[in-house]
């Protein structure tokens, strides 16, 4: 009897499925971004839906839902319907590193979303006030070693990437430097542009318009090697701290859920959009490196990166209450 009605539910609810597919997206798609407007991710999320639309028949609206660090829109995603039209752009911050920094993040992302695709790779720089004496890694060392620590850098706020990225770097180099956390990366970045704060981490491209306009230095940058969009600029790894590296990523996720087939379909016009030459070629000329994938890539990545960090934030003790 059990299989009976197991076998006619199934009959049911699998063509139901199938229509999702077929039908979806019948209306505009939202797009919660727990990020700010202009950061990395956000720039690139908006190039990268554009041509979405495109495919999918529908416009995608992002949304930025702001505040306490990116719980705010994390948990507006979480609560969500789960049917295709409410949708995450995040950063690995906000879904790695948010929950382990945070005792009631109020949500877990290894199963309150869906992973639907990573888009991409963000390169990060090293940055400094022009003013600032240190014009290399090994300069910044040295400052910070002489100075006993008392050096500030800036960041988007406690566990925040930029965050992260230093903590990396003072100790693959055995110095400290004091943290001043932000409200939000951009309010950071300005005051390291406006001379308040010297040095600081940030992602690409954010920093290359202010370099070429002569109002910031890049150090070093976080990968292992030379970015072919800063030739002239020796990676952290080249100055004398062989192995550092930095890199972090962007990508879509959705409410735990969603429909196997909306998925597909989501994932399917990113990966169409991220292989289109004149997006790619866009991405590329400001210093991102696109990916794409599957959802299960994704989902292997959030699961490698969620524990990594954890095993830092716990080493640095670092909590937000």
Do not use: C
């Not at 994390?74 to 295709?84: L, S, T, V």
């Not at 949500?107 to 979303?113: H, I, K, L, M, V």
């Not at 542009?193 to 954010?206: D, H």
């Amino acid at each position: 009897m059990m299989k009976l009605w197991l076998t006619y539910l199934l009959a049911l609810v699998l063509p139901l499925f199938g229509a999702v597919a077929e039908d979806y997206p019948a209306h505009p798609i939202r797009v919660i971004e727990p990020l700010a407007p202009a950061s990395a991710v956000d720039v690139v999320v908006r190039i990268i839906t554009e041509h979405m639309a495109k495919g999918l028949g529908q416009p995608l609206v992002i949304e930025n839902v702001t505040g306490a660090s990116g719980m705010l829109g994390m948990r507006a995603g979480k609560m969500a319907q789960p049917d295709g039209y409410t949708i995450l752009a995040v950063n690995d911050s906000v879904v790695t590193v948010l929950p382990n920094v945070l005792k009631n993040a109020g949500f877990d992302p290894r199963t309150d979303y869906v992973p639907i695709v990573q888009l991409v790779r963000l390169h990060w720089a090293l940055v400094a006030n022009p003013s600032f004496a240190a014009k290399d890694v090994q300069g910044l060392i040295g400052m910070a070693k002489a100075s006993g620590g008392s050096i500030n850098y800036a960041s988007g706020g406690a566990g925040s990437p930029q965050h992260m990225a230093m903590e990396l770097l003072m100790r693959a180099g055995g110095f400290k430097l004091t943290h001043v956390p932000y409200k939000g990366v951009s309010p950071a970045f300005n005051d390291v542009v406006s001379g308040n704060v010297p040095v600081m981490f940030v992602a690409l491209p954010t920093p290359l318009q202010f370099r070429a306009n002569n109002k910031l230095n890049i150090l070093g940058t976080g990968d292992k090697e030379r970015l072919a969009v800063l030739p002239d600029v020796p990676s952290i790894a080249e100055q004398g701290l062989p192995g550092f590296e930095f890199i972090a990523w962007g990508g879509l996720i959705a409410p735990a859920g969603t429909p196997p087939s909306v998925i597909a379909k989501l994932n399917s016009a990113a990966n169409a959009a991220l292989s289109d030459p004149e997006i790619k070629a866009r991405l590329t000329s400001i210093g991102v490196e696109v990916t794409g994938g599957s959802s299960a890539d994704l989902a292997g990545i959030i699961a490698k990166d969620f524990l990594e960090k954890a095993q830092l934030i716990q080493s640095a003790g670092i909590g937000i209450e």
